[in-house]
């Protein structure tokens, strides 16, 4: 069974950092880019942060710029997303997501992944 499976959320004050993880299983997904996405209850999922098949391009929603990190690391089959100075409204569900490198850019629309796990929690506290 082919799954990709967050991890790292949780709980943190504002101002506070976490680093979410996402590992595949039952494939491998090198060569395929990678996208982060949150979604709050009763509203749409949006974008976060993609990476590059081969890491060489990544891209942000310009609520994260300069906040968020993503990176990947193909030995482990697993995607990473770096979240510093976090604030309230970054308190989400955040999945990620997975697409074949069918273009030279990482898709920054849930339309456009064909693969998502089934995210991980995270809460800012004021």
């Known amino acids: 069974q082919v799954q990709l499976a967050e991890s790292g959320g949780g709980l943190v004050q504002a101002g506070g950092s976490l680093r979410l993880s996402c590992a595949a299983s039952g494939r491998t997904f090198s060569g395929y880019h990678r996208g982060w996405f949150r979604q709050v209850p009763g509203k749409e999922r949006k974008f976060v942060a993609a990476?590059?098949?081969?890491?060489?391009?990544?891209s942000y929603d310009d609520s994260v710029k300069g906040r968020f990190t993503i990176s990947r690391d193909d030995a482990k089959d697993t995607v990473y997303l770096q979240m510093n100075s976090l604030k309230p409204e970054d308190t989400a569900r955040y999945y990620c997501?997975?697409?074949?490198?069918?273009?030279?850019?990482?898709?920054?629309?849930?339309?456009?992944?064909?693969?998502w796990g089934q995210g991980t929690q995270v809460t800012v506290s004021s």
């Open positions: 990476i590059s098949w081969n890491g060489g391009r990544t």
């Open positions: 997501a997975a697409e074949w490198n069918g273009r030279p850019y990482p898709p920054t629309a849930t339309a456009e992944y064909a693969y």
